[in-house]
């Protein structure tokens, strides 16, 4: 199985390394792109040195600033389909999304085109988050279902596992939206394609290191973003 996973980053220098440690331990055979925005804290360099250490299997893209989560996606997603790739995983950089989930994606995505890390499949399993927080991440997600009607659990996973067919049959590349609302977009239309859709179960833990990319604008971008989603199509 040709697998690569795509992790954006902006300041995540407390967090990269330990991450690609986990990435090997987990899933030894998944190749690793690093999208990096630029970061001022360095992250960007410790991506190199990681790359010198394992050139076959780690790369890096450098781009120029941070212009949003959406757009470090599509340019990873496009640097990665140019490859022989057969699956395309992305997740967070921030150590949230734990790699050893991954055994479990690698055994749903055989029967599956699209493969959704969720939160609420069974219960909740959140780690470390305020009740304020995790009230907020429920009506999301609750929210998008309504507007979208669709089946997942949780609509704003970012822990996500693509066969190459599906990713390049959405038109990742046209999406409208670049902040959260962009992994809202791609799962509606791989839905609205009627691709085969699944979900595992995760355990999500808040970061440990860093700050969280999170605040009141973009949860304004989401909640209008997730409406003309709807109506677009």
Not at 48 to 73: F, M, N, Q, T, W
Not at 118 to 132: A, M, P, Q, T
Not at 143 to 148: D, E, H, S
């Amino acid at each position: 199985m040709r697998a690569v996973v795509v992790v954006p980053t902006y300041n995540e220098l407390a967090n990269l390394k330990s991450l690609v440690e986990k990435l090997q331990q987990f899933a030894p055979e998944l190749h690793i792109l690093i999208v990096d925005d630029n970061s001022p804290d360095g992250t960007g360099q410790l991506a190199d040195e990681l790359r010198a250490a394992e050139p076959g299997r780690i790369s890096v893209l450098h781009r120029e600033r941070k212009e949003g989560l959406g757009r470090a996606y599509v340019d990873g997603f496009k640097e990665v389909l140019k490859q022989d790739y057969e699956y395309i995983l992305h997740m967070d950089a921030d150590l949230s999304h734990d790699p050893v989930h991954l055994p479990d994606f690698f055994a749903k995505i055989e029967n599956h085109d699209l493969v959704v890390g969720s939160r609420y499949l069974k219960g909740i399993s959140v780690v470390n988050w305020d009740l304020k927080r995790l009230v907020m991440s429920k009506l999301a997600t609750n929210y998008v279902r309504f507007i979208t009607r669709m089946p997942f659990t949780d609509t704003t996973s970012g822990y996500c596992f693509w066969r190459r067919e599906a990713l390049e049959a959405i038109d990742f590349q046209n999406a409208f939206s670049s902040g959260y609302v962009f992994l809202v977009e791609l799962k509606y239309k791989a839905y609205r394609k009627g691709f085969r859709v699944g979900e595992v179960p995760i355990i999500f833990i808040e970061r440990k290191s860093g700050d969280s990319k999170m605040d009141w604008a973009v949860i304004w971008e989401a909640f209008w973003g997730v409406l003309r989603l709807r109506l677009k199509h």
